[in-house]
């Protein structure tokens, strides 16, 4: 992009620059709308800003819990204060919750100079100006990264594009499963077609039917299990029978598609699935007890992101601990015995009781997203921003970040190079290849899907554990009632344009 372009950017999609201990966000807003255009474009101009020994720079850095929790935040911020100890810059947590609202909390001097957040979380504040355009030729991961990411953070505007943020890793839920823990006859009775793979990981239908199985075996076990009131998880079900969020690439947002092509088939699957589970699945309670009990042995399968498979692992390590095994055991069986897949494929007809071995089946679409770095217009320092924000992407730092938080990296020589659970992240490259990730839009009324159709999936989640005369979406005759799907479905459409023009 020419100087011109990034100019423009920069006065249309957020360098209007408020210091961080302002108080008055209004007033501060008008005063820097009155400088040039070239005066905003310069804040990335020119040498770093220095501080001095005695009044340091202090950059402000929101992450998000599982850096932290892995040490890998306390990694960053050391070596980056490390290398730029000579220009007096000090980088250090934000303190503040992952899912900080920058623009509540920026214009009045409590938000964070740099973010790392999930690309709907960031590019929402494009429309608000609470995010600086970056200078592309200034950004040293930008010509690593594959075009989807450049897609995902990129801006429009007025026939403009505006690049709006970086990103880091790619991000889709996984299904992780116990290999210890397959049934010894699994390669003469849950192999149908004999490739040598556990049907159930392969096959949604041969997991229900496992799923049923090994609790039938024992009351306290189960098989795949996940919340499903969880829509970014669960609205995959519906994406693979034809929905969408938004129509025109989930860019308009008049156009809903939750409710649109066979999407009540991904309806009836969530249903039945809350069938083979237990109440659990209606809220929270399987995502809060989800690592715990993958690595005690009470599930068989959950459904994750990348990011988690360290935790996973501690889980499974402190729990062989337990049972005798030395530390370096101990670390090698988890890393053997947590096994990593897409989704399992979801039959045609949506009927997971379904035995047809000659029906189609559809391979799974998973909701996804890209979470990346961007700078608050609010900083009083973009450079030295700038700088953590090129450290933090960097080659080194993103391989460490593979290396603690099991992520799969956005940049391609990082996804080449990486080498934990590097076959999950090729493999994340490969499903984007196939359009089996859906990214989430990167637009601010992507915000309001998320009530609507999470209603709706805990609606259905709670189906089975009514009384049988109570049920909604079941026939008398204990067949699913397409009709109230789809109704069901409509008015998530509904709700969802309601609360969106609403709010306009």
Request: glycine share 8%; hydrophobic share 35%; net charge negative.
């Amino acid at each position: 992009m020419k100087k011109s372009s990034k100019i423009i950017s920069a006065l249309l999609c957020g360098a209007l620059v408020v210091p961080l201990a302002a108080c008055n966000g209004g007033g501060m807003r008008e005063k820097y709308a009155q400088q040039s255009l070239e005066q905003l474009y310069d804040r990335f101009e020119g040498d770093i800003e220095r501080g001095t020994a005695a009044k340091p720079i202090t950059l402000h850095v929101l992450e998000n819990d599982t850096a932290k929790k892995s040490g890998y935040l306390k990694e960053l911020l050391d070596g980056f204060n490390k290398k730029y100890a000579e220009y007096h810059i000090v980088a250090i947590d934000a303190n503040q919750d992952q899912f900080s609202d920058l623009a509540e909390n920026g214009p009045y001097g409590y938000g964070p100079d740099v973010l790392y957040q999930a690309n709907d979380s960031l590019m929402k504040y494009c429309s608000g100006k609470h995010i600086i355009p970056l200078p592309t030729d200034k950004l040293d991961a930008y010509d690593q990264l594959p075009e989807l990411a450049k897609k995902t953070y990129t801006y429009s505007l007025g026939g403009q594009d505006y690049f709006m943020g970086v990103g880091v890793n790619i991000q889709a839920p996984m299904l992780y499963y116990r290999k210890d823990l397959l049934p010894e006859n699994w390669e003469t009775e849950w192999d149908e077609d004999g490739n040598g793979v556990f049907d159930p990981i392969e096959d949604m239908r041969a997991m229900y039917r496992f799923s049923v199985w090994r609790h039938e075996q024992d009351s306290s076990l189960y098989g795949y299990m996940h919340s499903l009131n969880d829509a970014y998880f669960s609205s995959g079900y519906l994406f693979t029978y034809g929905s969408y969020v938004f129509g025109n690439d989930n860019l308009d947002y008049t156009d809903i598609g939750f409710n649109k092509n066979d999407s009540y088939k991904g309806a009836g699957v969530v249903l039945q699935l809350a069938s083979m589970m237990n109440s659990g699945c209606i809220d929270d309670s399987i995502t809060r007890a989800r690592e715990s009990e993958l690595a005690n042995g009470t599930y068989f399968a959950v459904s994750n992101t990348q990011d988690m498979y360290g935790t996973m692992q501690s889980e499974l390590i402190a729990v062989y601990r337990k049972q005798g095994m030395s530390a370096s055991q101990a670390r090698e069986a988890a890393k053997e015995n947590i096994g990593v897949a897409p989704l399992p494929d979801l039959p045609e007809s949506g009927l997971l009781s379904s035995t047809d071995k000659d029906e189609r089946l559809l391979p799974s679409v998973v909701m996804g997203g890209i979470n990346g770095y961007a700078i608050s217009s609010y900083t009083d320092y973009p450079k030295a921003s700038l700088a953590f924000l090129n450290y933090a992407t960097s080659y080194e730092m993103i391989l460490r970040r593979n290396e603690l938080l099991g992520v799969s990296p956005a940049r391609q020589d990082c996804n080449t190079d990486c080498t934990y659970q590097a076959e999950v992240a090729h493999e994340l490259f490969e499903l984007v290849e196939q359009n089996r990730i859906s990214i989430m839009p990167s637009i601010s009324q992507v915000d309001q899907i998320w009530t609507p159709i999470g209603t709706a999936f805990t609606d259905l989640a709670t189906d089975p554990y009514r009384d049988a005369h109570a049920r909604k979406y079941y026939k008398a005759n204990g067949t699913l009632n397409n009709g109230e799907l789809q109704a069901l479905l409509d008015s998530v459409e509904s709700n969802i344009l309601n609360a969106i023009f609403q709010l306009a």
